[in-house]
């Protein structure tokens, strides 16, 4: 008979190096069988937009050849995790079966249910983290209870950081393959309905898998780090690290990234001081969106903040619209979206200022703009794309004050003050000058004549008054407050 085997499921941990499920199935001396599920009906985050599915395509072939250098092949299944890994499990005599662990709540649920079954098959089930610095349970206050504010949070998680920044497990050195492989579903009909378009122009920005993320590390400590604090807000400039979406599909670890900004910084006190790098701040952000999540699943869907459940949103359809394909009217918020549009991806600053700009603005509800970012954005991780919305919108723990609302014509002269960007992206007014570029409807008839512009016909005019939507926006949200709070008394 042949002999049993052991069954590893790569989820979004595509990558061998510091991979604690992979280290684990090589332990046990047993063939392998590596495993990729493409589940598409159980995810609370339908991540099955073109920039998503093309990176997906392009990891999972990379870590195929990967594999294929060990004599070993990607088993790729399309369907449901438990009947998927049910079926091989049967097939194949597994005894075990290794896989890193997710935390959003669906994939819990899947973890759970495949737990389950296996033990009650006699089939030993291991998961580890190869996916955050720290588990949502691990960093709790004194009493037990989750942290609700990051700064307190953040603080707690750096007094044990070095307990979880150990050197990273290595690249396997040998591996056990079975006699026999399972069939795997043709990487060529994975969601196959790419543009080609998108994709030619993706891969002329992008280099997925995990070599290009460990290069793209190394890239970015040895230039870009020393002037990240202040070049990452720009949009003109490609200050950001752009690790995130090699983050996402698991191509890196933190734990890799902590690493390499240690070794490329100076002890202080014998000690390494992260609170003086920004980047680990916002790698912290990134833990503490999954604390958030993994400790109160149901801000999913809902605010955390419920102050503001009242605001009496607006359902006008034009506007949103005109928000998704960077038809607004000011040229910031369009170049924003057009980029995303096309790359799958744009800076937090960015991030935050189309953001503001759809829910404080236009009074849209932030659920609508987390959906179309879930649908575009090639690094949308639940957790960290729910916070963002949150936060800006004053839903979330840490969050913006109601009544501050990004000024986008202000915001646009702080991040591209030359209006290079808007004139990468916004074609239509590239032809006026930085000073007048930032708000193409006050400029002067003349230098729009001279410019062959047409405000209202080759460009849109603005779909709202900034002072008056800031007005109506200040309005509901006080609005929203007294409500709660007559609604509460004594509650």
């Avoid at 209202?456 to 800031?470: A, E, F």
């Amino acid at each position: 008979m042949p002999p049993s085997t052991t069954i590893l499921w790569f989820r979004s941990d595509l990558r061998l190096e510091d991979n604690l499920a992979l280290g684990a199935a090589l332990a046990t001396r047993k063939p392998i069988l590596p495993v990729f599920i493409w589940d598409t009906e159980g995810q609370d985050i339908k991540s099955t937009g073109p920039h998503y599915c093309w990176w997906l395509k392009e990891s999972l072939s990379i870590l195929s050849n990967s594999l294929n250098r060990y004599g070993s092949k990607l088993i790729i299944r399309q369907g449901s995790p438990l009947s998927t890994l049910s079926n091989i499990a049967t097939e194949y005599d597994a005894r075990h079966l290794f896989f890193n662990r997710r935390y959003e709540p669906s994939e819990i649920r899947i973890q759970r249910d495949i737990t389950d079954k296996f033990n009650q098959a006699g089939i030993d089930v291991k998961s580890f983290n190869s996916t955050l610095l720290f588990e949502p349970h691990e960093i709790l206050k004194p009493n037990g209870e989750p942290y609700e504010r990051f700064s307190s949070f953040w603080n707690q998680a750096l007094s044990k950081i070095n307990e979880t920044c150990h050197s990273s497990v290595k690249n396997p050195s040998s591996w056990t393959n079975p006699e026999n492989w399972p069939d795997s579903f043709p990487l060529s009909l994975l969601h196959p309905k790419i543009n080609v378009t998108t994709s030619e122009y993706l891969g002329k920005m992008w280099a997925p898998g995990e070599t290009s993320a460990t290069r793209s590390l190394q890239s970015f400590l040895q230039g870009k780090l020393q002037r990240y604090e202040v070049d990452r807000d720009r949009s003109d400039l490609c200050g950001t690290s752009q690790l995130s979406p090699h983050l996402h599909f698991g191509e890196i670890s933190p734990r890799q990234i902590i690493n390499g900004v240690m070794s490329k910084s100076p002890i202080e006190n014998g000690q390494f001081n992260m609170l003086n790098h920004k980047l680990c701040t916002e790698l912290g952000w990134r833990e503490f969106a999954y604390h958030i999540l993994g400790n109160f699943p149901q801000t999913n869907k809902s605010g955390f903040n419920r102050k503001f459940d009242y605001v009496p949103w607006s359902d006008n359809i034009h506007s949103l619209t005109a928000w998704q394909t960077g038809q607004t009217g000011f040229p910031i918020i369009d170049a924003g979206m057009r980029n995303l549009a096309s790359t799958g991806w744009i800076n937090n600053r960015m991030r935050m200022i189309l953001s503001s700009f759809l829910v404080k603005n236009l009074l849209i509800p932030w659920q609508n703009g987390a959906s179309w970012f879930e649908k575009t954005l090639i690094d949308a991780d639940l957790a960290s794309n729910t916070m963002g919305w949150q936060w800006i919108s004053g839903f979330g723990t840490d969050s913006v004050p109601y009544f501050r609302i990004f000024n986008p014509v202000i915001q646009s002269k702080k991040t591209d003050p030359y209006g290079v960007y808007i004139k990468r992206w916004v074609p239509e007014v590239s032809k006026l000058s930085y000073t007048n570029i930032h708000e193409p409807s006050m400029v002067e008839d003349g230098i729009l004549r001279k410019a062959n512009i047409r405000i209202g016909v080759d460009y849109p005019l603005p779909i709202i008054d900034y002072k008056v939507s800031r007005r109506r926006s200040l309005d509901a949200y006080k609005h929203s407050t007294e409500l709660y709070a007559s609604n509460n008394v004594g509650s």
